[in-house]
């Protein structure tokens, strides 16, 4: 059997990590021996794709080509997608479906097709670290992540090669990364602050069982917020000190990040030097950013992240004082002002002993090696983070499964007909918390036929909800006169049809093939341009060490180099290759023999 990882799949960074040894690590990369993947994607001109660190370190020179924060994408319509990238450096288009597409290098990708792109990446990172394959994943999301963000998520697992063992709100994987079963009875805080989003989560635990009691957040809020407002009080600043420059897509994303390096710094230090430089828009400046300065721009963000804390209290129906513990989760935690805020509001010394960008991951891990068996000392139950329902007279929702409830769970309640003589009765399952059908989302319709005619009000149809540990909802109609039913599974949709997530399998494969191909025919176009290069030095350095025969019998090969290279068969380049070498290198054998006996009598010689 193959080996079940755990992947935090972060707006910003993800990570991937294992249980072994009889703990939960976090992979590093073994080429590179970074742990962390930034999610950022840059399609190339060649059309082949670039991941992770080295697609983040060009985002500001390659600006139109490189796509981060696509996890803000997921599962959302074209609308949505659009609200949500004014003011990133992509936008979307439409894609006739109802699903977003985004450009990546010479195609539209839709957001699961560009996430799976990162998923593939931490696969590979995982199975060049173990050595062995992985094919099996316990993959997080945030708290708030509804049916098609989840579903969004389990199409991208599988267009990466990835089977989901189990999606985990990110929350609850912290509380496991934290070990805080270990606390006898007691109920936690996870606040969970990272680039991109905030969640909250409030947990009970007993004798080794956790309960999530309420999750508040926001799919909107993180440190980018805080790198965006910083980087506009820069350009701000430059603007006060008499700089005259175009506002370009590069130069709001240099001020961007150059503000994020800043905050970054004025973690551990109070000020901090920042040069803005993007010499085609007119832009030149620099100047000094105090913590004091980032604070005061970031604190609204904080405020926002305190109120979202307050209401998951309230519906967890406690006070601050009620709890035993906070646990701090993200890479924003790190700032100074983020920890005195969470300390003063709950009154407590935040628990930080885990490196906060790994805290996710290190417990998707944890959750991984429940499933497998290979880790016994752990229960947990999830929560059903929106509520669901059904349908009723005038338009107005019945909720069966309120938000918040633990999972697995299963409820019933009883309805009836409102039309004598009525046999048949639409169920529409809703989930959402609003009080009017039009306002939820709509999940599933069917009906239940079969119904025994009677006056209106007199026949008892019993509808029953069942959660899964999953989150997976079955729905089931009865009608209790005549015990005909009627279920379905509501299977969540991200907006991509199955037919669409097999197509995107195969063009994956296909282009996959076709990036492999290209890279091939690049690498050798290198290859032998350099042996042209050297070979024309050989020849030319010394023509008395070259009968005319040679002479003429290498300018024939290089030739017929010259003439594959233009083309893009990268095997026909290698032969050509190979047919030059035997001409070549006895040439420059004789060459270099030379030299070496010019050396050795103390002439001049000939660099090769
Ligand atoms: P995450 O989404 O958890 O990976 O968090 C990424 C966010 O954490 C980004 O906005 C980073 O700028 C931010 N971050 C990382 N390190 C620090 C630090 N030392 N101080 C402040 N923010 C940080």
Avoid at 549 to 564: F, H, T
């Amino acid at each position: 059997m193959s080996r079940m990882v755990g992947i935090d799949l972060g707006t910003t960074n993800s990570l991937v990590a294992v249980f072994r040894n009889g703990r939960a690590e976090v992979l590093a990369d073994p080429r590179t021996g970074s742990r962390i993947c930034p999610s950022v994607v840059r399609g190339e001109t060649d059309g082949t794709v670039t991941v992770g660190e080295e697609a983040r370190k060009g985002r500001v020179a390659r600006a139109r080509d490189t796509v981060a924060s696509i996890k803000r994408l997921m599962g959302k319509t074209v609308a949505e997608a659009e609200r949500l990238t004014t003011g990133l450096t992509y936008g979307v288009v439409d894609g006739g479906d109802g699903v977003p597409r985004v450009r990546v290098a010479d195609r539209l990708m839709t957001p699961p097709e560009i996430a799976a792109l990162v998923l593939r990446e931490l696969k590979e990172r995982a199975t060049l670290a173990l050595g062995e394959p992985v094919d099996r994943a316990v993959i997080t999301v945030p708290a708030y992540f509804d049916d098609r963000e989840r579903q969004a998520t389990r199409d991208a697992a599988r267009l990466a090669g990835l089977k989901v063992a189990r999606l985990l709100s990110e929350p609850t994987a912290a509380c496991l990364a934290y070990g805080l079963e270990k606390i006898p009875k007691g109920r936690i805080a996870v606040f969970d602050l990272g680039g991109g989003t905030f969640d909250v989560s409030i947990l009970k635990v007993d004798g080794g069982l956790f309960e999530v009691l309420a999750i508040n957040g926001d799919t909107k809020l993180g440190g980018d917020d805080i790198d965006a407002a910083l980087g506009k009080r820069l350009l701000e600043r430059a603007r006060v000190d008499g700089v005259v420059f175009d506002t370009t897509l590069r130069v709001e994303e240099a001020a961007r990040t150059a503000a994020e390096h800043a905050k970054i710094a004025l973690s551990s230090s109070v000020s901090v030097a920042v040069a803005l430089e993007v010499p085609e828009a007119g832009l030149r400046w620099s100047g000094t950013v105090t913590r004091d300065e980032l604070e005061s721009v970031a604190s609204p963000f904080i405020d926002r992240t305190l109120k979202l804390t307050n209401r998951a209290l309230r519906d967890a129906g406690l006070g601050v004082e009620d709890l035993d513990a906070v646990a701090l989760v993200g890479g924003s935690t790190r700032m100074p002002l983020v920890r005195a805020r969470v300390q003063t509001h709950f009154g407590k010394v935040p628990r930080t002993d885990l490196d906060p960008d790994e805290v996710v991951a290190v417990g998707a891990a944890l959750q991984a090696s429940v499933i497998t068996g290979e880790n016994r000392g752990i229960t947990l139950l999830d929560v059903n983070p929106l509520t669901l329902g059904i349908e009723t007279m005038g338009g107005v929702v019945a909720k069966i499964i309120p938000r918040n409830s633990t999972l697995p769970t299963a409820t019933g309640m009883e309805f009836t007909t409102n039309v004598d003589g009525q046999t048949a009765v639409l169920i529409h399952v809703l989930q959402g918390e609003r009080e009017l059908a039009k306002d939820n989302r709509s999940l599933a319709r069917f009906v239940l036929r079969g119904i025994e005619p009677a006056a209106a009000g007199i026949p008892r149809v019993e509808v029953i909800f069942t959660l899964d540990a999953n989150g997976i909802l079955n729905v089931m109609a009865r009608d209790k006169k005549t015990g005909q039913a009627q279920d379905v599974d509501v299977r969540p949709t991200s907006g991509l049809t199955d037919e669409m997530v097999e197509r995107m399998l195969v063009e994956g494969m296909t282009s996959g093939n076709a990036d492999l191909e290209a890279r091939l025919v690049a690498e050798a176009r290198v290859d032998a341009e350099k042996l042209l290069r050297q070979s024309r030095k050989v020849v030319q350095a010394d023509p008395t060490l070259v009968t005319p025969e040679e002479s003429a019998q290498v300018a024939a090969v290089l030739k017929a180099l010259e003439a594959v290279i233009a083309g893009d068969d990268h095997r026909a380049i290698r032969r050509a290759m190979e047919t030059a070498d035997h001409v070549t290198v006895p040439v420059a054998q004789r060459l270099m023999d030379r030299n070496i006996a010019s050396y050795l009598t103390g002439r001049d010689v000939d660099a090769v």
